[in-house]
């Protein structure tokens, strides 16, 4: 038996090896003319086939020009990378913001991985800002903070403005909304810098830093290792502790843990998805600062916050979803049920192409073997279930989620006074939540104009798909998502009342320029 256990482990790791070196071989090679326009044509038959909105903001006649003008473009080999900056930007025309075609990356076998973990790459440890059409350096994960506040102008002496300008060209937002793009471009730019440009293990960088100028090469940089001096190591005994501390110990770590998961602990940024506190010396203010609507368990942390919010009679509640990409209905369903005093359904039925939306969800030629098989073998019970919830409306499928039921609030739901604030990030869940607020007169929204559609997205659950040439992959939307309320014109997203948009002096100064409004907002309201 063990034997055969070594067999097996040997085998499933040479066959891994193999599929690694298979794969960058067949993204590294050229593809031929006839082979790149079949996965051109597999692209748009996949969204024909499945995305429910595909012609709502580009119409029909154009979408099939811009496919068919970007097959006849291509007229000699290319490997996937070329094809991938060829094909994005005519994907992007579609205006869906959770349609996204990855690019074509080098594959690591386990054992080059774990040597890269040894290996972290400096640029990596950089957050980015674009302000003032400038990209600079917000801060750092790492311990080089000589970057920070600093503008970057060039990379490898390609101007960085170029760069932006082609990476807004590989996405879009919501219909025809402009405000997500440079913020979502800075935020994810080293993503960005290596599906263009692949691997890498140093770059030159120029950056400028008021009137000075300078360059720094950032590498791979090995982990410091712990030098322990054996001899020393003999000679020291570990400190006894007693009972009683190991177990506060025991106890403390567990408490950690359990706060940890509440609030959605953020490993890498040492942050957290959920905050909150009272502003000032007294409870009169209460901010909740929500960076995404993903992570663990939520529930507790709203249950216990706006309990707070009640004991302490808070009179003003500031609810911060900057920076909010999106994520459950499940939770921002469960935020509005503390923020509504009123019966309300949440979402309308979703639109969809299928009566079977989860079984393709769960079955495409991307799905890995494991997940596939175990779709195979529940789908008689997947498909009675989507056939339940999905009925036939004008000519038009649509999927009954519970959340477009008619909802009641929460007994300790808050009634004072709101404020929003957002930005060209607050997107998909956090726009969703934001269209109720605004269309129910609920609160007043600070900053700049969601990148996420007042008018909903196609989101939910998603079909990946991969190409048969280049192995690029397209991730889809397969239902509407979207609040019971509509504005005109259609296309854009949550507008605030207050706008305000940082300025990098604002950065260098640490001024919270939307907080500050607020609080000076609240500041006349008392005097009142």
């Given at each position: 038996?063990?034997?055969?256990?070594?067999?097996?482990?040997?085998?499933?790791?040479?066959?891994?090896?193999?599929?690694?070196?298979?794969?960058?071989?067949?993204?590294?090679?050229?593809?031929?003319?006839?082979?790149?326009?079949?996965?051109?044509?597999k692209v748009y038959i996949q969204l024909k086939r499945n995305h429910p909105k595909l012609y709502q903001y580009t119409p029909k006649e154009v979408l099939d020009y811009k496919f068919d003008s970007l097959k006849t473009s291509i007229t000699e080999s290319l490997d996937s990378r070329q094809f991938y900056k060829k094909l994005a930007p005519v994907v992007?025309?579609?205006?869906?913001?959770?349609?996204?075609?990855?690019?074509?990356?080098?594959?690591?076998?386990?054992?080059?991985?774990?040597?890269?973990?040894?290996?972290?790459?400096?640029?990596?440890?950089?957050?980015?800002?674009?302000?003032?059409?400038?990209?600079?350096?917000?801060?750092?994960?790492?311990?080089?903070?000589?970057?920070?506040?600093?503008?970057?102008?060039?990379?490898?002496?390609?101007?960085?403005?170029?760069?932006?300008?082609?990476?807004?060209?590989?996405?879009?937002?919501?219909?025809?909304?402009?405000?997500?793009?440079?913020?979502?471009?800075?935020e994810n730019f080293s993503t960005f810098y290596y599906k263009d440009k692949?691997?890498?293990?140093?770059?030159?960088?120029?950056?400028?830093?008021?009137?000075?100028?300078?360059?720094?090469t950032l590498r791979r940089i090995e982990k410091e290792k712990k030098n322990i001096d054996k001899d020393s190591a003999k000679t020291i005994k570990p400190k006894k502790i007693s009972k009683e501390e190991k177990q506060l110990n025991r106890l403390a770590s567990k408490q950690k843990r359990k706060y940890d998961r509440k609030h959605g602990f953020l490993l890498r940024q040492k942050t957290y998805s959920?905050?909150?506190?009272?502003?000032?010396?007294?409870?009169?203010?209460g901010f909740m600062k929500i960076r995404d609507f993903v992570n663990g368990p939520y529930k507790k942390f709203y249950k216990e916050s706006f309990s707070k919010i009640d004991s302490a009679k808070t009179k003003y509640l500031i609810l911060d979803l900057r920076d909010n990409g999106g994520g459950r209905i499940s939770e921002i369903d469960y935020l509005y049920s503390f923020l509504t005093d009123k019966d309300y359904r949440f979402i309308n039925e979703s639109e969809v192409n299928s009566r079977i939306p989860f079984l393709k969800y769960l079955i495409s030629n991307a799905t890995p073997n494991g997940l596939k098989l175990a779709s195979v073998l529940l789908s008689p019970l997947i498909i009675v279930h989507n056939l339940i919830h999905t009925k036939k409306?004008?000519?038009?499928?649509?999927?009954?989620?519970?959340?477009?039921?008619l909802r009641k609030?929460?007994?300790?739901?808050?009634?004072?006074?709101?404020?929003?604030?957002?930005?060209?990030?607050?997107?998909?869940?956090?726009?969703i939540l934001s269209t109720h607020l605004q269309a129910n007169k609920r609160a007043t929204f600070v900053g700049e104009e969601t990148g996420g559609a007042y008018n909903g997205t196609v989101a939910g659950i998603y079909k990946v798909y991969q190409l048969p040439a280049s192995k690029l992959k397209i991730r889809m939307g397969l239902m509407q998502i979207d609040a019971p309320q509509k504005q005109l014109p259609d296309g854009y997203g949550i507008i605030p009342e207050i706008k305000i948009i940082p300025t990098i002096e604002d950065r260098k100064l640490q001024k919270d320029t939307e907080l500050e409004w607020v609080l000076n907002d609240i500041i006349e309201k008392e005097k009142l």
């Open positions: 038996m063990k034997k055969l256990y070594l067999f097996s482990l040997v085998l499933v790791t040479l066959t891994s090896c193999r599929s690694v070196k298979e794969y960058n071989k067949q993204i590294t090679k050229l593809h031929s003319v006839k082979e790149l326009q079949n996965d051109v044509d992007s025309n579609v205006k869906q913001g959770h349609i996204a075609v990855s690019s074509a990356n080098k594959r690591f076998t386990k054992k080059e991985t774990k040597q890269l973990k040894k290996r972290p790459f400096e640029f990596y440890d950089l957050n980015f800002e674009y302000l003032q059409n400038k990209l600079w350096v917000k801060n750092t994960l790492g311990k080089d903070s000589s970057m920070v506040e600093s503008e970057v102008l060039k990379i490898e002496d390609e101007p960085v403005s170029n760069l932006m300008d082609a990476y807004k060209t590989l996405f879009s937002s919501d219909g025809y909304n402009k405000t997500l793009y440079n913020r979502f471009v800075a692949g691997f890498l293990d140093s770059l030159s960088i120029t950056f400028k830093n008021r009137d000075s100028l300078f360059t720094k959920r905050n909150f506190r009272f502003i000032g010396q007294d409870s009169t203010v409306h004008d000519g038009k499928l649509y999927y009954k989620f519970k959340y477009a039921n609030p929460k007994p300790l739901n808050y009634k004072g006074n709101l404020y929003v604030l957002i930005n060209g990030n607050s997107f998909s869940a956090s726009s």
